[in-house]
Nanobody
Framework: QVQLVESGGGLVQAGDSLRLSCAAS??????????MAWFRQAPGKEREFVAV???????NYADDVKDRFTISRDNRKSTAYLQMNSLKLEDTAVYYC?????????????????WGQGTQVAVSS
């Protein structure tokens, strides 16, 4: 079993930056072999893909965050990050960290075995 704990959310103004963290833990797991992703869910909307970093270190972003968000990982700390710059009102959502033990990563929530509890990001004008 793997536990994921997100942190770093908050209330910011449009144009500001935030850095989310996702700390992973478990009895026996190799964090470096997991694909780590960020999803978000706004009120009344479905959970949507934001970014993924695979065990191969390949990365993909959703089109509307490309050039503003950066996903990264520190395998020594078993932690994934999401640096969010130039935040917009439409970035307001609960942000979830997800882990795929197969390392492939995907854009679909159903492909991920483990999820964090989420961290709220609210962007005001």
């Amino acid at each position: 079993q793997v536990q994921l704990v997100e942190s770093g959310g908050g209330l910011v103004q449009a144009g500001d930056s935030l850095r989310l963290s996702c700390a992973a833990s478990g009895r026996t797991f190799d964090f470096s072999s997991y694909a780590m992703a960020w999803f978000r869910q706004a009120p009344g909307k479905e959970r949507e893909f934001v970014a993924v970093i695979r065990r191969s270190s390949s990365i993909n972003y959703a089109d509307d965050v490309k050039d503003r968000f950066t996903i990264s990982r520190d395998n020594r700390k078993s932690t994934a990050y999401l640096q969010m710059n130039s935040l917009k009102l439409e970035d307001t959502a609960v942000y979830y960290c997800a882990a795929d033990p197969r390392g492939r990563g995907d854009f679909v929530p159903g492909r991920y075995d483990y999820w964090g509890q989420g961290t709220q990001v609210a962007v005001s004008s």
